[in-house]
């Protein structure tokens, strides 16, 4: 027997003994490996929308992403196996000269968490770097992050670098405490976030179009 509902309920709670049980029980009941994903994709989905809402905060949004991790480990086999593919690619990494990754290992989270492949290149980034992952991974979107007011520019660079690469198609978000939505279009970015569930919306927002 499977529970759906209550592996959602599991993911939304960060219990991730229960996500996995109930993972394996679908997964041995069956269950198509579509529904189960979706399952744990409406539990995340929660988790954002009370992150958002102030409801829920850094430790909850981490304990409930590793309840996910752990269920999406079990589940991977069979969603290559039955060919369902993420919803698309991103590469994320924080900037040039940065090595705050809180905030961006985050976004990588709650990213994955919607069924988006996370290409992650970790900090001090350069923009040739994020510019060879786009290509190599054939990204739909990258993600910039900043927390330092002097690692700002590097994000107009590695903007600069994506467009002169000639990936067109490539959407670039960016954020990070010191950033607003001002800068972004200052630096010709695709959008901003200002938090890591919105991050999700966002994405999902430029990438359906
Ligand atoms: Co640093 N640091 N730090 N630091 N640090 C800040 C950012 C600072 C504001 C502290 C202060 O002075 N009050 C200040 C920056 C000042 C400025 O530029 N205006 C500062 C400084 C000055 C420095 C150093 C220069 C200090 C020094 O050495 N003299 C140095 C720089 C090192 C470097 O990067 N080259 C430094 C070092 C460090 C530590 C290594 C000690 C550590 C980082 C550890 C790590 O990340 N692994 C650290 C920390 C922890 C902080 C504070 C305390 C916390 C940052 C954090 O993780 N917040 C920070 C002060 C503060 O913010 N209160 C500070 C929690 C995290 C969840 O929030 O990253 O904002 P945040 O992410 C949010 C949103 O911004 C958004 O989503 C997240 C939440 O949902 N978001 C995105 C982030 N990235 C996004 C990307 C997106 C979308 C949304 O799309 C791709």
Known sequence: MSDLAALTEAIKKGNRAEATKLTKAAIDGNVNPKDILSALVTGMDDVGVRFKANQIFVPEVLIAAR????????????LAKAGIKPAFTAVIGTVQGDLHDIGKNLVAMMWKGANIQVVDLGTNVSPEKFVAAAKEHNAQIVGLSALLTTTMPAMKTTVEAIKAAGLTQTKVVIGGAPITQEFATQI??????????????????????
């Open 67 to 78: 309840a996910m991790k752990e269920s999406m480990a079990l589940l991977e086999p069979l």
């Open 188 to 209: 010709g970015a695709d959008g901003y976030s200002p938090d890591a569930a919105s991050a999700v919306d966002l994405a999902r927002k430029l990438c359906a179009a």
